[in-house]
């Protein structure tokens, strides 16, 4: 299988507090090893602060990586230059969670979806541009007649589909989505996810979906991943992931998920973490309904194929 | 038996005033409030659910006014009532917890601090007995070592302690009624389960009646005795939780259950309702949601259909009277 991403022992550690006494280290990323093939959407599902958008700023070069290699379509993005990277970027977009705060007021539509064709050079001739771009905004089912207007003439569902379409400008093969829909309304959010799907497949994108909700992933993605400060404790095909999960956080996530008709459980999930975790144990221990606290089970293990977990508490019957 | 309501809204306006008009937000809202029920007032950004929780306290942005109805606490009215009394009732008899708890509380003052004052300010007691309170309503509220963390300011806390203090304080005083505006929105699932169980276990235990205000229907769904959806300022359909989730009668409500994602099977496509919620102050003629509902009559564009009642439940929808 061909991979679009491919990432490998990745670290990230931000430093900071080097003025004052001494610094202070961070680690956000831990060992994370993860593969987005080449037309598959890959989700993957956390709670804040577990990661998942450092991954995104790591994957499209915003931060370095500590340690670890990141490729994209084969090339090592700490490595390359500046040039390769810009070439790279036709290759990969990203579309943000807030619509309101990733368009600049001040541009029109068509001023927004030029400036990814006036950077890379594409579609210099103005007729040609114009048809261009309204057959963008066909396709993220918005009026062609809409170029001229400013971001604030539209509501979010609106300005979503226009940075889906910045996003579409220099046809990339890899979309990386960092909670689109989230910030949006209920009755948009089906309308987004639907546009998100149809453009997946039309255009034969990979996608990262980054996204907390597991609802909206179960809809969209062919993979998971589970992430939990910082590791990947679970990944595996959606199908299989929702209906074997094996890892106990998955499994509480799960569980926590509100849903039309399921009334309140009786017993409530165990409170946040406590106490600060052993060294070296799993970093969910101090949760975990099963685990002691010094639980050291962290290394990703091929349970059943392709079903990757790193835990060994596994639930009944789902042995190796 | 009878039982009284705690909370009576008649026929509740809120507008707001923009270049001398009146942009009228939330309209036409009636409801009761029965003492232990929870009531999930649903809608979307723009509907007027949280217009709609602050006019209750009196506490709306000086640009909007309650322009028509009344909002009667066992029987006074608080549109009319002095604003002396009306800071008494605010608290100690209705108090609201907010959804972003990091954002409600004071972050210069330690928790303990806080709570203190707000026992203080509603009830004649010593800084030592009020102390002791605080310590007590902490520990109802699940958070470990509550002595301890008296002293500790806002920004030692998670997100989901704060919320638990937010609510140990709107608690403090054992009030009647708690509006809780989105308060788990701000928060990880994980947490909100937790949250969402607090709030029903306190509710339970101190016999309150709960407004729950919520843009998320599976949340309604799993906490609420009563559903009232709004849209475009407008109650849209009112009914018991279990009606109304298995068997919504209005085509918005339809179409939001309808749109939800399930996570008991993939689907290929997701039924989603087209078109786009009315911006919040703008008024159509008829039915604020003819423009996407697909059973939409040209009556629908003309006349806005009025509430009434079908069996327990009430609909504002011209369509299902002739079901």
């Known amino acids: ?320 | 038996m009878v039982v009284s309501p705690v909370l009576q809204v008649c026929d509740l306006q809120v507008s707001f005033m923009m270049q001398k008009r009146a942009y009228p937000v939330l309209r036409e809202l009636s409801y009761n409030l029965l003492p232990g029920r929870i009531l999930a007032v649903v809608g979307e950004s723009g509907s007027g659910k949280t217009v709609h929780a602050l006019s209750l306290l009196g506490l709306l942005p000086p640009a909007a006014h309650v322009s028509r109805g009344k909002i009667l606490y066992r029987d006074t009215d608080l549109l009319t009532m002095p604003r002396a009394r009306l800071r008494d009732v605010r608290g100690s008899k209705i108090s609201m917890i907010f959804q972003d708890p990091s954002a409600s509380l004071n972050p210069v003052l330690t928790v303990g601090e806080q709570l203190i004052e707000t026992l203080r300010a509603h009830k004649p007691m010593s800084k030592q007995q009020a102390r002791e309170e605080a310590v007590r309503l902490l520990e109802k509220v699940g958070i470990a070592d509550a002595p301890a963390r008296l002293s500790a300011y806002p920004f030692e806390f998670s997100g989901g302690m704060c919320q638990r203090v937010m609510i140990a304080m709107a608690l403090a005083l054992s009030p009647d009624i708690l509006i809780a505006d989105e308060p788990t929105t701000a928060l990880d699932v994980t947490i909100q389960a937790q949250i969402l169980h607090l709030i029903r276990e306190l509710q339970q235990k101190e016999k309150m009646a709960v407004i729950f205000i919520t843009h998320n229907l599976a949340l309604a769904s799993e906490i609420a005795d009563e559903v009232l959806v709004l849209y475009g300022g407008l109650c849209m359909e009112q009914a018991p939780a279990k009606d109304l989730f298995e068997d919504p009668h209005h085509p918005y409500t339809k179409g939001l259950l309808a749109s939800l994602v399930s996570m008991d099977r993939r689907v290929e496509r997701l039924p989603a309702i087209a078109g786009q919620p009315p911006m919040a102050g703008e008024i159509t003629k008829g039915c604020p949601f003819a423009s996407r509902c697909p059973q939409a009559q040209e009556k629908c564009r003309q006349q806005l259909p009025p509430l009434t009642q079908q069996g327990i439940r009430m609909v504002r929808c011209f369509e299902e009277k002739t079901l």
């Open chain 1, 1 to 320: 299988m061909n991979a679009a991403i491919e990432i490998q022992h990745l670290y990230k550690t931000y430093s900071r507090g080097q003025w004052f006494g001494g610094g202070h280290e961070t680690p956000v990323l831990k060992d994370v090893s993860l593969v987005l093939p080449a037309n598959r959407v890959l989700g993957l599902v956390g709670e804040s602060g577990c990661g998942k958008s450092t991954l995104c700023k790591v994957l499209l070069g915003i931060e370095k990586p500590t340690s670890g290699t990141v490729l994209v379509e084969n090339q090592n993005v700490a490595k390359i230059s500046k040039t390769q990277f810009k070439n790279l970027r036709r290759v990969m977009q990203v579309v943000y969670q807030d619509p309101y705060s990733s368009l600049d007021p001040r541009m029109t539509v068509r001023q927004l979806l030029s400036e990814p064709l006036d950077i890379h050079g594409l579609y210099p001739q103005k007729t040609a541009r114009t048809k261009f771009l309204k057959e963008l905004l066909s396709a993220v089912g918005l009026a062609p007649n809409y170029l001229e207007r400013y971001p604030h003439e539209f509501s979010g569902g609106q300005r979503q589909r226009i940075s889906i379409a910045r996003a579409l400008t220099l046809d990339p093969k890899i979309l990386i989505a960092d909670e689109p829909v989230s910030a949006l309304d209920v009755s948009v959010q089906a309308q987004i996810l639907n546009l998100l799907r149809d453009i997946s497949r039309a255009r034969k994108l990979a996608m990262l979906f980054v996204t907390h909700d597991f609802a909206v992933a179960r809809f969209l993605c062919d993979d998971i991943a589970v992430m939990y400060q910082g590791r990947i404790v679970e990944k595996a095909p959606a199908q299989e992931l929702f209906t074997h999960p094996l890892h106990p956080y998955t499994r509480m996530l799960l569980a926590a998920v509100p849903q039309v008709g399921k009334k309140m459980r009786g017993a409530s999930t165990p409170a946040a973490a406590c106490g600060p975790n052993t060294e070296g144990a799993c970093s969910f221990a101090s949760r975990c309904p099963q685990a002691g606290s010094a639980c050291r089970q962290t290394q990703l293990q091929e349970i059943t194929p392709q079903h990757w977990c790193a835990c060994s508490h596994l639930p009944e019957g789902e042995n190796k």
